[in-house]
């Protein structure tokens, strides 16, 4: 039995401009950490002669080519694996809630895999192949900032450059900021899910009308970068994340509504210096950051939400058991 264990990411700025709509005209550039909020996949090999995958539902299959899950079906192609397997996977915070979870899937099938094949694989290749898996074979609208983040794990300044190769640059940030980081942050659950896709392919079709506004969000990635090294300056960090929410709505697609919009209003008028929608945008959760003694006036001014408590996660994916 293999068990692997992916990070789900939080991203601070640069969404949108991972999108080969972007950075095929000129480079992109995402700041984005993991959490220790994760994706189990296992893996053990089956008895009977068929494929068993359980995840919201579960499916039996006699092929490979009729296993419905189209992440497993074709992380195991990619693995050149055709055999009978029970596969299981599980995440710690519901899909559509735009922490990435659908890459740290990928990521974790293909880890998972490979490692029952006795193979170990790098990150990099792990993040290649899952960005093939979503991007090339099944068309999903997506960038590729998810998939490199859950495989290397950490703080990470991400370039997305023309020719489709990805340069992750880790943040050399002291301990006491990334603490304090912690402490400051609130992440809310909005009580809605979403389809990212379609505010993603409108994105990607819309891209050409706001390349300036976009240039602008990619740009805030690198000065945020700044505010995390050295001493750190996390008021600066906060200010700037408010700066690149206000361009990320202004893009329209859908990224934001009524409700975040009202909540995230309210939690100003509370305390919170700046914060954002995670993902694509439509739902999920809303991240804020406030001074700690704010952070129970926001919690009141937004009727008590649920919240998810997190600390960054200095690993990316990797196979956490392993019984041959």
Known sequence: MIISQTPYRVSFAGGGTDLPAFYRREYGAVL????????????HRRFEPTIRVSYSRTETSSTLEGVQHELVREAMRQAEIDEPLEITTIGDVP????????????????????????????????????????????????????????????????????????DVEPLPCRAETLTELEQRTLLLFTGQTRDANRILERQSSGTADRMEVLRQMRDLSAKMRLTLTGEGDLDQFALLLHEGWELKRSLGFGISNDQVNEWYEAARKAGAVGGKLLGAGGGGFLLLIAPPWRHRAIREALNRPRELPFHIARHGSRNIFIHN
């Open 95 to 166: 899909a559509g809630t735009g922490m990435g979870s659908s890459s740290s899937l990928t990521v974790g099938l293909l880890n998972a895999l490979y490692a029952y094949r006795h193979r170990v694989v790098s990150p990099q290749l792990l993040a290649e192949q899952a960005c093939r898996i979503e991007i090339d074979l099944l068309k999903k609208p997506i960038g590729r900032q998810d998939q490199y983040a859950a495989a290397f794990g950490g703080i990470n300044y991400i370039r997305f450059n023309s020719d489709d190769t990805v």
């Open 32 to 43: 984005s950490t993991t959490i220790d909020q994760h994706m189990y996949v296992t893996i």
